[in-house]
């Protein structure tokens, strides 16, 4: 379909809960093959709707693991989650800014896939975090919100000095 411009902190997109999606029709359907084709050109794992500019509770994934096929939620939750890492953790949405980010350790998540049918996927490792990061972006949390806030200043400090983020307050 088309390579859409992936939103940077500071467009106000991303700092909003996302509404629910109640028909999965050509335009969800398109929707996803954009973000999917966004997110390869970019080289992530993941990349949910508000970080291309649409708010609706979709985001897609690849984490690139044998054991873990790409694919999508709709209006996803996380079900059950346990256990406790602490990993680094980055966005498409936020260039070349990573900071140690505590996460559940293994999450099972429920939604939709693209034609409509129930999914729950129980992971852990990598996908565990990629889910639980693109859930917050549907909800209007990045990255470093989950972080102390004397490690979020200085995160918006080096933001804020970087090519991308040039201006921001």
């Known amino acids: 379909m088309a390579l859409r411009q992936i939103r940077l902190l500071g467009d106000p ?5 996302c509404p629910e999606v109640t028909d999965i ?26 970080q291309i500019g649409v708010r609706r ?10 054991e873990h096929a790409p694919g999508v939620l709709i209006n996803p939750r996380i079900v059950e989650s346990e256990g406790v890492i602490r990993e680094s953790e980055g ?3 936020i260039p070349d800014l990573t900071e140690v980010v505590e996460r559940s350790a293994r999450v099972v998540a ?8 129930s999914v729950r996927l129980e992971a852990d490792g990598l996908l565990s975090r990629c889910l639980q990061h693109e859930v917050d972006h549907l909800d209007g ?29």
């Open 110 to 117: 429920e939604g939709l896939d693209e034609e409509g049918r």
């Open 13 to 17: 997109v991303l700092r909003e809960r």
């Open 141 to 169: 949390i990045l990255f470093f919100d989950r972080v102390s806030p004397l490690k979020r200043k200085m995160l918006l400090a080096k933001w804020a000095k970087s090519e991308h983020g040039a201006g921001l307050k």
């Open 91 to 93: 966005c498409l949405s």
């Open 25 to 50: 029709d050509q335009e969800i359907l398109a929707l996803i093959q954009d973000l999917q084709d966004t997110m390869y050109e970019a080289e992530g794992i993941g990349l949910a709707a508000p």
């Open 57 to 66: 509770r979709v985001f897609v994934y690849d984490v690139r693991e044998d």
